[in-house]
C-alpha cells in the first residue's frame, strides 16, 4: 500500500523526524541544512541565521494569542535560540475565500504589535487566495533573518554532568488551544506565546557556558530533550517534583489523558549549561518577564546513552520517548 501523509507527519514527533531526515535532508542537502537547527547559519559579510515556518493553527484566535503573533514571535524564538539577534521577517498569507476582513485585519494588527514588541521589521511577504473550502480561513508563513552574536551553541557541546533549565511552566500553548478548540472549558489558562530574543539575550549576556537553547514547541519538552541525546552517549535525567506545571495544565491534560511534556509550548525555552553556571542563568532568566518560572529541572548522565529518563514524585523512573502519533494536530 502507497503511504500517505498523515496529521502525526505534523506532531513535530517521531514521524516527522522520519520526514525531515528521510525525504527532506537527502534531497536538499547541505553543510547549512544538515546541522538541523532552528535556523541556518550562513557565511556573509556578517554571519546570517535564517529560518523559516508556517503556520496553520486552529482556531485562528486563542487565549493569550493568535495566528499572527504566533507566526511572529514562533520565527522570532527560531532565530533567537540559534544565538542571532532577529532582525527582519517575510510575511505570506494564504487566504480562504470567505474569510472575514475584520478578522485578518485583527490577525495583522496583532502581528504588527508583536514585531513592534520583538524589535524586528516585516519588510517583505505574498499574498495568495484559494477557493473556498481549500484554505480553512488563513495560513500563514514567515520567513526570519539575523546576525549571529553568539556562535557555537549546539547539542554536540552537551557534556556530562550538565544542568537543564526550563524557563517557565510546560504545556501552557497546546492545552491553551486545545481547550478554545473544544468549548469544553473556559478559564484563567492562556497560551504562552511571547518572543523569547530578550530571554536569550539575557542568557548568553551572563558569560555562562551555555551548551544549547531550544524553544520546545511541536512535541513539548520530552520531544526536544530526546533529540538533544538521540544517538549520543549521553542521555538526560529529569525531575517531575521540579517540572514547573501550572495546576490547570495539568488537571485539564488529565481529563484528555494527554501529558504536559508532550505539549507544545510557544513562550518558553530549554537550555543546557554547564552546572557550575545554572544558578547565574536561573537568576538572569528570573529577572526577565518571559522567565520568572524557570527552574532546574535535571542533569546531563552518562547512565541511560540516548535516553531522556524522568525520576518520579513517586520514587520510579519513566522512560520518555519522542511523541508518537498526533497528540494535538494544528497546534501551531
Known sequence: MEEIITLDYGSGGKKTARLIEGLLVPAFSNPALDALGDGAILDGCEKLVFSTDSFVIDPLFFPGGDIGKLAVCGTVNDLAVCGAEAKYLSCALILEEGLALEKLRRVTESM?????????????????????????????????????RYPGLSPKNIREGDAVLVSGTVGDHGTAVMLARSGMMQGALSSDCAALNGLCRAILTTGANVRVLRDPTRGGVATTLNEFVEGTGLGIVIEEEKLP????????????????????????????????????????????????????????????????????????????????GAQLPRIC
Open 112 to 148: 504588527r504589535l508583536a514585531a513592534e514588541a520583538a524589535g524586528v521589521q516585516i519588510v517583505t511577504g505574498d499574498t495568495k487566495v484559494v477557493e473556498k473550502g481549500r484554505g480553512d480561513g488563513l495560513y500563514i508563513n514567515t520567513a526570519g533573518i539575523g546576525f549571529l
Open 245 to 324: 506545571v501550572r495546576p490547570e495544565v495539568r488537571a485539564a491534560c488529565g481529563m484528555l489523558g494527554l501529558d504536559p511534556l508532550y505539549c507544545a509550548n510557544e513562550g518558553k525555552l530549554l537550555a543546557v549549561v554547564d552546572a557550575s553556571d545554572a544558578d547565574r542563568v536561573l537568576e538572569a532568566m528570573r529577572a526577565a518577564p518571559e522567565g520568572h518560572d524557570a527552574a532546574r529541572i535535571g542533569r546531563v548522565t552518562a547512565d541511560t546513552p540516548g535516553r531522556l529518563v524522568m525520576q518520579t514524585a513517586f520514587g520510579g523512573k519513566r522512560i520518555l520517548q519522542k511523541l508518537t
